[in-house]
């Protein structure tokens, strides 16, 4: 017997390391020292911080990669993983530095692994963060061959005088929504029960869906904010307080920002939920509660803001690249949303 017979193909191994290299290596920052294949990697922080804090994050992609995997779409959920973890860290107003993976596997597809390991690195290169290090498992016998699961694992980093922690909001200032690209990776578990129940084809164009598949609509990787938090800063228009908003939707994250003694009123009417929420509703029959409570609904981030600044900085946001409206405002109250159709 040998490693091999037992399922574990060190040689493959060594081929999927040498595949993903140049992708790893082309996301280091200047403050990265050494190269892929140590033991540890080793980042300096950035110069000119006088209080510099480590904000760290981690995170998966949930059961989003049972479907991933089911399709076989791979680079997407590399995406994902970034901005599960990067997404959450930058509410603070740090900037990401670096990342780091784990994959675990029951055996080894270097063809497979690879596409994921890409696609995390495209979403650091967009993040301004290196992919320092990961580590891939292969372990036959607790995963199934041919599935692998995903875990990421964030540092950022602030000057302390910049830090983003929510206590200068008051009553009064405004919320500003930024848009989601979909259900980003949350809900899955509902969203797989119903195409399952529904016998649904995720592969199908569907009309519902503009004419779209399930599986493009869905599979839709999830939005990257680092470059507009970065921008806003870099304009003079930090934020109070911001919100990601991911599982619990708008009631359980967005009061996450907020402190004590405050509320936020949110307007439903102020935006058009998109089609795909529509359209998992009404296959699912899912209750409106469930719905705010599962899905983000469109809403991928929220910022506060003095109301004052509502206009320059939806102006920014669009400048790059997403879309934003005036969400609705922080008043005086238990802390928790407000105004949201599903009673809470």
Known sequence: ?????????????????????????????????????????????????????????????????????ELGRHRGIGIDLVAMCVNDVITTGAEPLFFLDYVATGRLSPEVLAEVVEGIAEGCARSGCALLGGETAEMPGFYPQGRYDLAGFCLAVVDEERLIDGRGIRAGHALVGVASSGVHS????????????????????????????????????????GELVRALADGGLAPLGMAHITGGGLPENLPRCLPDGLA??????????????????????????????????????????????????????????FQGWRLGEVVDGPRGVLGLPDGS
């Open 1 to 69: 017997m040998d490693y091999r017979s037992a399922g574990v193909d060190v040689e493959a191994g060594r081929a999927f390391v040498e595949r993903i290299r140049r992708s790893v290596e082309a996301t280091h920052r200047p403050e990265v020292l050494g190269g892929l294949g140590g033991f540890a990697g080793l980042c300096r922080l950035p110069a000119g911080l006088k209080r510099p804090l480590l904000v760290a994050g981690t995170d998966g992609v949930g059961t989003k990669l049972e479907l991933a995997q």
């Open 186 to 225: 949350n809900g899955f578990s509902l969203v797989r029960r119903i195409l399952q129940a529904r016998e649904i084809s995720p592969a199908l164009p569907c009309p519902a869906l503009g004419g779209a598949t399930p599986a493009d609509a869905l599979l839709e990787p999830t939005h990257l904010y």
């Open 264 to 321: 936020a009123r949110v307007d439903p009417g102020s935006w058009e939920r998109p089609v795909l929420f529509r359209w998992l509703q009404e296959q699912g029959e899912i209750p409106e509660a469930d719905l705010w409570h599962t899905f983000n609904l469109g809403v991928g981030l929220v910022l506060v803001v003095p109301a004052e600044a509502v206009d320059a900085t939806l102006a920014l946001v669009q400048s790059t690249g």
